[in-house]
């Protein structure tokens, strides 16, 4: 479970955020200032940090450059101003990326994933599959980038080789909407809840072609989401 340290001033924005990252699983240190970040970093076992850059004692600029004398962990720096001068000091002081406020906080959570994955810190999650490897239907071969089923290999889009993929990490698990498409698309904003139904419909014919209609695999759940049948 990577734990982010996030440093940020206002609380609202503070509070959408940990919710957001708490719901998805990380696991959350939030703190006010700059000084109470170094604090918790130097005490702390942090895997992300996010750095909001108007902060009440030191700017999140600074508080990533002492940050870069202890740990080289990603950050993510949170800006109220759209200026090319921030993003160049950001990034030349180490940051992996920034977000322009106002943001939505599933757009955060997408960016934290995407550097994860990047740093192979999310390594377990993409490459290691170990529950999908014991469903009776379903198994992925990850160097082959293939999900077969019943025995026989899929003949899935990218999207929908990602979304099953999703579903296959944690069978029985319900998946909403949303966090399918934070998981399975590069740029969640650009497409829409039905593109998510749209695509499970097509994995599913394809399951079905596969397992000679025998199992629905993919389970709705109403006004929820969507989930693996687990293991049987
Ligand atoms: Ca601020």
């Known amino acids: 479970m990577p734990h982010v340290l996030l440093v940020e001033d206002e609380p609202a924005i503070a509070d959408t955020l940990v919710y957001a990252l708490e719901t998805e699983c990380f696991?959350?240190?939030h703190t006010l200032t700059g000084s109470d970040a170094l604090a918790a970093a130097g005490?702390?076992?942090f895997d992300f940090a996010i750095l909001d850059i108007g902060l009440p004692d030191m700017t999140g600029l600074e508080v990533c450059r002492r940050l870069r004398e202890i740990s080289a962990i990603p950050v993510l720096f949170l800006t109220a101003r759209d200026g090319e001068l921030d993003r160049i000091l950001g990034l030349e002081l180490g940051g992996d990326d920034y977000v322009t406020k106002p943001f939505s906080p599933r757009e955060i959570v997408a960016r934290v994933r995407a550097i994860l994955r990047r740093t192979g810190a999310l390594v377990s999650q993409t490459h290691e599959t170990p529950a999908s490897e014991k469903h009776a239907f379903i198994?992925?071969?990850?160097?082959?980038m293939r999900i077969h089923c019943a025995g026989t290999p899929l003949d899935l889009t990218a999207h929908e080789y990602k979304l099953l993929l999703v579903l296959m990490e944690h069978p029985g698990r319900v998946f909403?909407?949303?966090?399918?498409?934070?998981h399975a698309w590069q740029d969640p904003g650009a497409v829409t809840d039905r593109t998510v139904d749209a695509h499970i419909k097509s994995i599913r014919s394809k399951l079905r072609a596969a397992s000679n209609g025998a199992e629905n695999l993919i389970e709705t759940r109403r006004g929820l989401?969507?989930?693996?049948?687990?293991k049987s």
């Open 27 to 29: 696991t959350v240190t």
């Open 43 to 45: 005490s702390g076992n």
């Open 139 to 144: 198994h992925h071969d990850p160097s082959a």
């Open 176 to 182: 909403t909407r949303d966090q399918l498409l934070d």
């Open 225 to 230: 989401g969507y989930s693996l049948a687990p």
